[in-house]
């Protein structure tokens, strides 16, 4: 029979495991693997003689930096996520922590990160640390309830982590480091008008002014999808010109971008929910295939 004392003890390991998970949710795990992949591709791109010490730094760095932003983008949000029956449930909304926590947690995982990688990579890797942090939480997460170029504007930062990778290598930046950040921007937007196409209700029931809530019929959102996709797929064939892949990322990425193409083409034209998961689950396969071909038939 269990005694009372053991029934304390039980109850106080669930609220610390239950404490423990909650912090974890914070940092969106699943987005900073994602991050951190194409931050490391491009570290792996720009490495002449590759140093797995220092990757494994950088890569730190890039997961706490990321944890730390989408921590305290939670933090902003909080109000935001409650209103919304996809986040209602994220830790600060559902009350599992106290939003001082989550700030204080999300503002100390992000000093760390960029003195880390000031410290253990290179002063500029940290300066764009700094950037990213400050695009988005001072200027892309406030225009999400204001305008529908937020999406743009969020691009910018959320293209960062190769070019990071580029820089934390080499120590500069250079036209190689843009040509990642260049594919990386142009995939955002199929990727993310589909995301808000699918919980279009969800963000005009908190007030976030994305393409798709403003502009209901889903024209505008249906020729942004094609355009951004179409645009991608000659930025993707770059690497090959400036020498940083070879043929066989050539062939692979010309695959790929037509794939991603047939599924941004299905959703633009029927402009529904299932179609438009479709394209998510198309864009996420689609850029970690591309970042992996490109380093492993890497030619720089």
């Not at 939670?74 to 830790?91: C, F, G, N, W």
Request: proline content about 4%.
């Amino acid at each position: 029979m269990e005694s009372f004392a053991d029934k304390i003890i039980v109850d106080a390991d669930r609220k610390s495991s239950g404490r423990l998970s909650a912090y974890l949710e914070l940092t969106k795990p699943r987005i900073t693997l994602l991050v951190t992949l194409t931050a490391a591709a491009g570290f792996c791109l720009a490495s002449r003689e590759m140093d797995y010490t220092r990757l494994l730094q950088f890569s730190l760095g890039i997961i706490l930096l990321s944890s730390g932003i989408s921590t305290l983008n939670q933090y902003i949000e909080r109000d935001l996520d409650a209103l919304m029956l996809r986040t209602r449930t994220r830790p600060l909304p559902a009350g599992r922590l106290a939003p001082v926590e989550a700030f204080v947690f999300g503002l100390a995982l992000s000093i760390i990160a960029i003195a880390y990688l000031a410290v253990t990579i290179n002063t500029l890797t940290a300066l764009l640390g700094v950037l990213t942090f400050a695009s988005y939480l001072l200027i892309y997460t406030p225009m999400k309830t204001r305008t529908t170029l937020s999406t743009s504007v969020g691009a910018l930062p959320g293209a960062m982590p190769p070019l990071m990778g580029w820089v934390a290598a080499r120590g500069r930046l250079g036209i190689e480091g843009w040509i990642l950040f260049a594919i990386l921007f142009l995939w955002q937007f199929p990727h993310f008008l589909a995301i808000a196409w699918m919980y279009r209700d969800d963000y005009a029931r908190a007030g976030i002014r994305m393409l798709p809530v403003v502009e209901r019929e889903g024209r505008v959102t249906a020729q942004q999808i094609l355009i951004y996709t179409l645009m991608l797929i000659p930025a993707s064939l770059l690497p090959v010109a400036v020498g940083l892949a070879g043929q066989v990322y050539l062939a692979g990425a010309i695959a790929l971008g037509l794939a991603l193409l047939y599924f941004s083409a299905r959703a633009a034209l029927s402009r529904t929910v299932l179609q438009a998961r479709r394209l998510l689950m198309a864009s996420v396969l689609y850029l970690p295939a591309l970042f992996a071909l490109m380093v492993m038939n890497s030619g720089g």
